[in-house]
């Protein structure tokens, strides 16, 4: 990858594929969330919270001011995270493949499928993976889609979602080199 760095640089939609993905154990633990007021449509299965939200699922931690969380009829909740103004919602959660190894994001909005363990990040959405607190990797972009089951994530210009424009902005990635011997 190091070779690649110029190259990415220039690219307006830029893919890292990621070494490992989010810790598997996590999909089957209970969602918890921490926030000043609940709000509960039973027949919609829809929750939202406000007021310096916290949500955590085993090593997830979601943070935002207001967060949405539906549930389809599989049981299978779906998240999405808006910061307060002039701020940013942010989540972090452990890696597998090795003891200390995290990614963790932030953007005015996250949205989070529990069923496909897909976070996409709107708009000033920055990602880094990190071992331990030394960042190897960082990202940033107007939208940012980070899947942990196929270890894939992408970055574009635009907030819209998955379509990179022409003008209409630049990606940023930061590629640290590789110790040879790393874990791969």
Not at 114 to 121: A, C, N, Q, R
Request: charged share 25%.
């Amino acid at each position: 990858m190091k070779s690649l760095f110029p190259l990415v640089m220039l690219m307006l939609n830029i893919a890292i594929v990621p070494i490992v993905h989010a810790e598997k154990a996590d999909s089957g633990k209970p969602t918890v969330v921490d926030a000043d007021q609940m709000a509960y449509d039973d027949v919609k299965q829809i929750n939202t919270f406000t007021g310096a939200v916290i949500v955590t699922r085993g090593t997830l931690l979601m943070k935002a001011a207001r967060v949405v969380v539906t549930q389809d009829a599989a049981g299978y909740q779906f998240a999405t995270l808006y910061a307060a103004p002039g701020s940013l919602a942010s989540f972090r959660q452990k890696r597998d493949g090795g003891p200390d190894l995290w990614i963790e994001g932030e953007a005015e909005r996250i949205e989070y499928d529990g069923k496909t363990e897909l976070v996409k990040l709107f708009s000033k959405a920055k990602m880094r993976r990190l071992d331990g607190t030394k960042p190897t990797d960082e990202v940033e972009g107007e939208f940012i889609s980070y899947d942990s089951r196929s270890e894939f994530f992408s970055v574009n210009n635009t907030a819209t979602g998955p379509d990179s424009k022409a003008g209409a902005g630049r990606i940023k990635a930061v590629i640290q080199p590789r110790t040879p011997g790393a874990a791969k």
